[in-house]
């Protein structure tokens, strides 16, 4: 069920989808596109708490079950983890088969890590632990406070890569490659089996290639629970990243919310916005609005531009991509869905106001196609990727590099992609010159007297001062 769009005008419309003036749509409407699809957790969450409580207390027996019930594959205890010689059957499966695929991987993984290898060298002092000194005005002395910070990878962290009609082996490079590149030793890649009882071959080299040191057969809540908690067969993991369905964002959100482990963040369906002007092409356009919306029939696509023309000529390129069939419900396919329930095809009176409506919307995915992206660029302050020029399509973020597994529904509002930071502790470090113990005695008494712990905290710094 979708919320609730709004009236759309009359006039020009593909199944839908309708050229609207955004000086002129009403505010619930507005309220609708920015809304997108709402991945309701609520609707789950009852079955997603039961399923993560089995498998944290019966683990293997619960996670096996589970994948009976909800993936229709029956395997034994031993199945649950995938073998190296699986991967190295699988390798030779997939080179029989298709013999680009394995050298394109191995393309895609050396512009990831060289990406995300670049991204180390640009955190100053990289892996390495840090050392300042501070101290305050006010401080009658020359001795500082030595403050730090020591910088060190996640031990082990899991990795899900969904399953279903797309093989998203990309997912898998994406997701294992910066967690590499940040010096985490142990990666257990979670994937759904098939009705045939194994992952695609396809996903497992992809992962194999990237570095991945485990992969288990499982999917949905009951993949989260087990790298949560860990089974007899699962290790535990300290951290679970990678997109899925309501039903893995729904535990994923869970088993943080109650300290099992750290996530990413729950990623939700692709969106995209487009800002452009009357300089844009058309059918780059319209192709980068079905590319996204095919994805899922709840991805959001928007195009927001100041040319009319440029509006009308999206909106025709789509309804030809379509043939005007009149297919209705589950006929019609998915892009033509998403479209139909969550794309918008907006003309702003300004650049500036097209750039403050992408900034409300927090896309995923941002792209500029203007005479001059670099100069719009700077007033970009809500976006996962940003996509400059006619010739950057959110595809090869998709499957090149920087990353793909980007922040939705409006959470580039105060998040990022994934990164090497993303796999990266930092606890910070004090040392306390004994000469300066009189000074900050003074001041720990006042602050500790007001908050009523001074008899514990004051006197634990008094003690040292005398």
């Known amino acids: 069920m979708s919320p609730s769009r709004g009236k759309k005008p009359k006039g020009s419309s593909a199944d839908g989808l309708a050229v609207e003036m955004l000086s002129a749509i009403s505010s619930r409407r507005m309220a609708a596109i920015i809304a997108r699809s709402s991945a309701r957790f609520q609707e789950v969450e009852p079955v997603v708490r039961r399923v993560i409580d089995e498998v944290r207390s019966k683990g293997d027996s619960a996670l096996l079950l589970y994948t009976r019930l909800f993936d229709k594959v029956s395997l034994s205890k031993r199945r649950i983890l995938v073998t190296p010689r699986d991967i190295s059957a699988a390798r030779r499966l997939v080179s029989r088969r298709e013999p680009a695929l394995i050298p394109a991987i191995r393309q895609s993984l050396e512009c990831i890590r060289g990406y995300h290898i670049a991204e180390l060298s640009q955190l100053k002092s990289g892996l390495k632990p840090w050392q300042r000194t501070v101290s305050s005005r006010r401080w009658k002395t020359s001795a500082k406070l030595k403050v730090g910070q020591i910088r060190s990878p996640i031990e082990r962290i899991g990795v899900y890569v969904p399953g279903g009609n ?5 997912t898998a490079l994406m997701a294992v490659t910066p967690a590499r590149v940040a010096g985490v030793k142990e990666i257990i890649v979670a994937s759904p089996p098939s009705r045939n009882g194994d992952i695609d071959p396809r996903i497992l080299v992809a992962a194999d290639l990237a570095g991945a040191t485990g992969i288990i057969r499982a999917g949905g809540a009951q993949a989260i629970a087990a790298m949560a908690y860990g089974t007899d067969s699962v290790p535990r993991v300290h951290k679970i990243v990678g997109p899925g369905n309501v039903f893995v964002a729904a535990a994923k959100a869970h088993v943080a919310g109650m300290g099992a482990c750290a996530i990413d963040l729950p990623a939700g369906p692709s969106e995209i916005v487009i800002i452009a002007d009357g300089s844009a092409n058309a059918d780059y356009i319209a192709r980068d609005m079905l590319s996204q919306s095919e994805h899922d029939p709840d991805a959001s696509a928007v195009l927001v531009t100041t040319s009319r023309r440029i509006a009308d000529a999206v909106l025709k390129r789509i309804r ?9 419900g589950a006929q019609r396919s998915t892009a033509e869905r998403a479209l139909a329930g969550y794309g918008a095809i907006l003309v702003a009176d300004t650049i500036k106001e097209a750039v403050q409506f992408a900034n409300d919307f927090a896309p995923e995915h941002l792209e500029i196609m203007t005479k001059n992206p670099k100069q719009i660029l700077r007033s970009v302050r809500n976006a996962g990727g940003i996509f400059l020029g006619n010739y950057s399509p959110v595809a ?9 597994i980007l922040p939705t529904g409006g959470a580039a509002r105060f998040t990022s992609g994934l990164s090497v930071d993303t796999f990266l502790k930092k606890p910070s470090t004090l040392e306390v010159p004994k000469a300066l113990m009189p000074t900050l005695n003074k001041l720990i008494s006042v602050l500790s007297k007001a908050e009523g712990l001074y008899e514990q905290h004051g006197k634990s710094v008094e003690v040292r001062a005398r």
Request: include cysteine; aromatic fraction near 8%.
């Open 320 to 328: 030809a991509e379509f043939g005007q069939s009149g297919k209705r």
């Open 166 to 170: 797309a093989i998203l082996l990309t």
């Open 396 to 404: 090869v973020g998709d499957y090149v590099c920087p990353n793909h």
